[in-house]
């Protein structure tokens, strides 16, 4: 079962703010020189198109978690949760998804479920798929009570060109699988923890769509 997570604009209205900035520059810029006020215009394409919002069909069922991310698979590992994250301090599976500037960068629920807490951490910005981004970068560490009884872990990491992450939801949000939650401006990175007996569905290297990839199951 699947169903379109389509409920906004192609673009993002976040998007809409950034391009006209750059066409009121660049028509500025047109009165001192052509060539430069062409390359505004062609960063006002660039943000429409960076912020582009498109239609997801989300396979709908409890016992699969889907990417939050469109990018590549760059890490699966086991790790702890990030310290700030009120749950235990237990290890966890970990699959790692990266942006990049070229990616779609609205993310979407993993699951369906309730969120329980969301977490911002103030830090710096790494190269987000080194793996020391997890821990030095700011982040926004999403706690979701998925409708099955597990409990889930977004992360969204802030990259090296990216400065800011942006939510569009609150504390007991009863989020729906593939549903957007958030997006990060420029480059970045999500991180999702999940039980350690989830079934992995997908490879280091694969390129995955948020809201519709399947990156692993419950057991």
Not at 141 to 150: E, K, Y
Not at 169 to 194: A, T, W
Request: charged share 20%.
């Amino acid at each position: 079962m699947s169903t379109s997570t389509s409920k906004r604009p192609f673009i993002h209205p976040e998007g809409w703010k950034f391009a006209t900035i750059f066409f009121v520059i660049s028509i500025l810029l047109s009165f001192i020189s052509i060539a430069i006020s062409v390359i505004g215009y062609l960063l006002t394409l660039f943000t429409l198109w960076f912020f582009r919002d498109p239609k997801r069909n989300t396979p709908i069922d409890t016992n699969l978690i889907i990417s939050s991310a469109d990018g590549k698979v760059c890490l699966i590992d086991e790790a702890y949760p990030p310290e700030e994250v009120s749950i235990n301090q237990e290890k966890m599976k970990r699959i790692c998804v990266f942006m990049n500037v070229f990616n779609v960068h609205i993310n979407r629920s993993p699951v369906s479920g309730t969120v329980k807490d969301i977490i911002y951490k103030e830090g710096q910005f790494l190269n987000a798929s080194l793996d020391k981004a997890s821990e030095k970068n700011e982040r926004s560490s999403l706690i979701i009570s998925s409708d099955n009884g597990a409990e889930i872990v977004v992360v969204q990491i802030a990259g090296l060109i990216a400065r800011r992450i942006l939510g569009f939801i609150s504390n007991n949000h009863n989020l729906h699988q593939g549903e957007r939650f958030g997006l990060i401006r420029f480059g970045s990175r999500v991180d999702i923890y999940m039980p350690l007996d989830a079934v992995t569905k997908c490879s280091i290297g694969d390129k995955v769509i948020a809201g519709e990839s399947v990156l692993a199951s419950f057991k």
